[in-house]
């Protein structure tokens, strides 16, 4: 199974300033053929179910702020949120679906300092 | 909009059975890839397996901790997805989400509510 390892477990980031989270997989995520990356990034807030931000390790969901970004490739991906909001406060998961069994990061819990 | 509502969680015992639904709406349910995700209590994301369209040959795919004591099934006509859990474990309490995919390629981009299972004496 292909393990992916978020860092750091948990985050305080001061509003307005950014947010960075790691992710890395124990293989590589890019599939050469279309060279496409097969990593999503989900957010999840207490009482509410996840919600998928990123797609293809760096494309945007519809309606998703762009102070979201990712990037990376391989086995080495980003999760920037360039100026962290009130609302953002919440626990953020990196997904791989490039093989099955489909795998999650263990998460990141993004507070405000 | 497109809408997942799950139903059927509850309190059972270890040992025992529990079938859970999703109906959808808002989109071609008959299209659409699903899957079941869910999250024990104080742990992250946990992927439990999914179905293809029948179009797509309606194959099905589990994680290793539920292979052969859950089943995913789909009716189209009823737009609903299924769980069929049996020989239930303490350690299959969760919520459990049901998702659609993005449309080749395996990352969830709608969600249901959840249900809650308790599995207990």
């Known amino acids: 199974d292909i393990v992916m390892t978020q860092s750091p477990d948990s985050l305080l980031v001061s509003l307005g300033e950014r947010a960075t989270i790691n992710c890395r997989s124990s293989?590589?995520?890019?599939?050469?053929?279309?060279?496409?990356?097969?990593l999503a990034w989900y957010q999840h807030k207490p009482g509410q179910p996840p919600k998928l931000l990123i797609y293809?390790?760096?494309t945007r969901e519809s309606g998703v702020p762009d102070r979201f970004s990712g990037s990376g490739s391989g086995t080495d991906f980003t999760l920037t949120i360039s100026s962290l909001q009130a609302e953002d406060v919440a626990v953020y998961y990196c997904?791989?679906?490039?093989?099955?069994?489909?795998?999650f990061g263990g998460g990141t819990k993004v507070e405000i300092k | 909009e497109v809408q997942l509502v799950e139903s059927g969680g509850g309190l059972v015992n270890p040992g025992g059975s529990l079938r859970v639904s999703c109906v959808g709406s808002?989109?071609?349910?008959?299209?659409?890839?699903m899957s079941w995700v869910r999250q024990a209590p104080g742990t992250g994301l946990e992927w439990v397996g999914h179905?293809?369209?029948?179009?797509?040959?309606?194959?099905?795919e589990y994680a290793a901790a539920v292979e052969g004591r859950f089943t995913i099934s789909r009716d189209d006509s009823k737009n609903t997805l299924y769980l069929q859990m049996t020989s239930l474990k303490t350690e299959d309490t969760a919520v459990y989400y049901c998702?659609?995919?993005?449309?080749?390629?395996?990352?969830?981009?709608?969600w249901g509510q959840g249900t809650l299972v308790t599995v207990s004496s």
């Open positions: 998702t659609t995919f993005i449309v080749g390629a395996m990352a969830s981009d709608y």
């Open positions: 808002g989109f071609t349910f008959s299209s659409a890839w």
């Open positions: 179905i293809k369209s029948k179009t797509q040959g309606g194959t099905t």
């Open positions: 293989r590589t995520l890019l599939y050469s053929s279309n060279n496409k990356n097969y």
């Open positions: 293809w390790a760096s």
């Open positions: 997904q791989q679906y490039y093989f099955t069994p489909l795998t």
